[in-house]
Structure formats: structure tokens, C-alpha cells
């Protein structure tokens, strides 16, 4: 598949990637320590869990991962650790230079990391990756159902696409849930902003036209369900859950009130 951007004229891309630019430029420094709701324990384990169930399926050696958008690692560096090839690919080069500070020593020979727009970059690797990932991500994009289908046909026979932590575009199903999910959420991002100030990281910034998606409400599953399997890989599961900034509350969203803002779906292709 060539460049396209099929459900938005170029000037929209063009703004959504400055947007996109701009934002990253000022989170990079200090990404994941901005966002706590990425790496606390209950969250971790997740997103460890799914990188070693694909990782065990593939029972390759040296399997090739490319992570579209990966930011500062956060799904990369997991994939390093689990013996993956890694290629990255992101805008921002303030996000790519707080990863390339942090990756270990002995796998950077692994890890190739591409400062480019991953529009650009969709064209050829047809069936190139065991596993293509994207974090975090999809919702930073404009026509991001391309990515999907593109991500899709670049996954190798046998080989897996992961889609992890996106935000979920839902309808609310219940007042009363929906009432303790926004108390929750207000009582976390209190703590949060108190312990950012006194880490002294303080900057509140504007995310709204980078977020892109998320001014339709987020992502709907079944968008990308129904692209991934267009395009001929079985959906193994869609996960939903609820993503909070600390571990002990996402344990409270996720087992007592069973509220859910964010999902990961995973596919694989078949064998040839
Ligand atoms: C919220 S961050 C997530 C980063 C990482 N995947 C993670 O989970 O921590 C979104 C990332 O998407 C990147 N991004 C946004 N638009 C992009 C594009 N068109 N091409 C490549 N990267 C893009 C940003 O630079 C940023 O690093």
C-alpha cells in the first residue's frame, strides 16, 4: 500500500503530525514518568503478559518486531528483552532520544529506531515483521485505519499484530458505574497531580489536536477488529479494561467497579 489518507485531506495529516511533533517534543524528556498510568504494577504485568504470549507462540529465534510510534520503548523495550529484533518508528525525535538513552547496551545492535512519520514509512515490508505492535498510539493518528491494514499485511505468515492501550470509544452502560469510574478517576488524578508537583514535574499540556481520535471519543474495537480481519488475521482477543494513573486503583476500576477506558486486541496470521 502507498501514502494515503484516505478519510483525511492533507492538510488535516499535516496539522495532526505538528500537533503530534510539538506535544512529543515537550513529553519526551520525561514521558513515562508523565504517565504512570503506562508503567504501574497492575498495568506492567498486562502488558508483559501479552508480549510473552506472543513472544512463546512465535517460538522463533531472533524474531523481528517493528513498533509503529514507540515513543520512548515502552512496548519496545519488552520486546528487546524477550530477544526480539526491534525496529522503531516515530516523529518525534525528542521521544526517540530518551529511548535511545535508556536502551541497554548489549541489545542496541538489535534495535533500529527511524525518526520518520509513519505514513511515510507504510509502503513495501510486506509480511517483513513477527510481530508489529502499536501502543498508545493508534489515537494519535488521523487516518489510522490505514496503519491498521498496513500494520496487518506487514506481519509475517505465523506471526502476530499487538495493539495495546488505546483509549475505547464505548456508550456508557451503566449511570451508577459510570458515576464511581469519574469519582475514581478524580480521586487518582488528584494524587497524581500533587506527586508530579512535588517531582517537580509540573508542565499541564495541551493534548487535545495531538490526541487526534480522542475528539471522537477514542477508538472503537470494533473498527479494528473488523479492518484486522478484513485483511485476513484471526482476532484472538480483545481486551477491555481500566486504565488509572496508580496500580491500586486500576485494581479497584478494574475488580470492584469493572469500569472499562481503554483496550488491547491482539491477531495472528496464519502460516503460509
Ligand atoms: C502517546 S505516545 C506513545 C508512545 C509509545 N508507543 C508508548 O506506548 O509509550 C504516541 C507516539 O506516537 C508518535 N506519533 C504520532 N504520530 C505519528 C506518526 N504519524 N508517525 C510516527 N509516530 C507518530 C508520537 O511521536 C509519540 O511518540
Not at 42 to 71: F, H, V, W
Not at 142 to 154: G, I, K, L, T
Request: proline share 3%.
Amino acid at each position: 500500500m502507498t501514502t494515503e489518507h484516505a478519510s483525511t485531506p492533507d492538510a488535516v495529516h499535516q496539522s495532526v503530525v505538528e500537533e503530534n511533533i510539538k506535544l512529543h517534543e515537550l513529553e519526551g524528556p520525561n514521558y513515562l514518568l508523565r504517565h504512570p498510568e503506562q508503567t504501574n504494577y497492575y498495568q506492567m504485568r498486562r502488558l508483559r503478559g501479552l508480549i510473552a504470549e506472543t513472544a512463546a507462540a512465535l517460538g522463533t529465534s531472533a524474531p523481528k518486531n517493528l513498533d509503529i510510534a514507540c515513543g520512548t520503548g515502552y512496548l519496545l523495550l519488552e520486546f528487546l528483552k524477550q530477544g526480539f529484533d526491534c525496529t522503531g518508528v516515530d516523529l518525534s525525535e525528542a521521544m526517540l532520544a530518551s529511548l535511545q538513552k535508556i536502551l541497554p547496551a548489549q541489545s542496541a545492535d538489535r534495535c533500529k529506531l527511524l525518526c520518520q512519520d509513519i505514513f511515510e514509512f507504510m509502503s513495501a515490508h510486506e509480511g517483513a515483521f513477527d510481530v508489529v505492535s502499536i501502543g498508545a498510539a493508534l489515537h494519535h493518528f488521523d487516518a489510522y485505519e490505514n496503519v491498521v491494514r498496513w500494520a496487518c499485511r506487514s506481519v509475517a505468515p505465523g506471526g502476530w499484530l499487538v495493539i495495546a492501550f488505546e483509549p475505547l470509544k464505548q456508550a456508557i452502560d451503566s449511570p451508577v458505574r459510570y458515576r464511581l469510574h469519574r469519582w475514581l478517576a478524580g480521586v487518582d488524578e488528584r494524587i497524581y497531580r500533587i506527586s508530579r508537583r512535588l517531582r517537580g514535574i509540573e508542565v499541564d499540556l495541551d493534548t487535545s489536536e495531538a490526541d487526534y481520535q480522542r475528539k471522537f471519543g477514542g477508538i472503537d474495537p470494533n473498527t479494528v477488529t473488523g479492518l484486522i480481519t478484513t485483511e485476513g488475521l484471526e482476532v484472538v482477543r480483545v481486551d477491555k479494561y481500566c486504565t488509572r494513573r496508580y496500580g491500586l486503583m486500576a485494581s479497584i476500576a478494574n475488580n470492584w467497579i469493572g469500569s472499562q477506558n481503554t483496550f488491547d486486541v491482539i491477531a495472528r496470521k496464519a502460516r503460509a
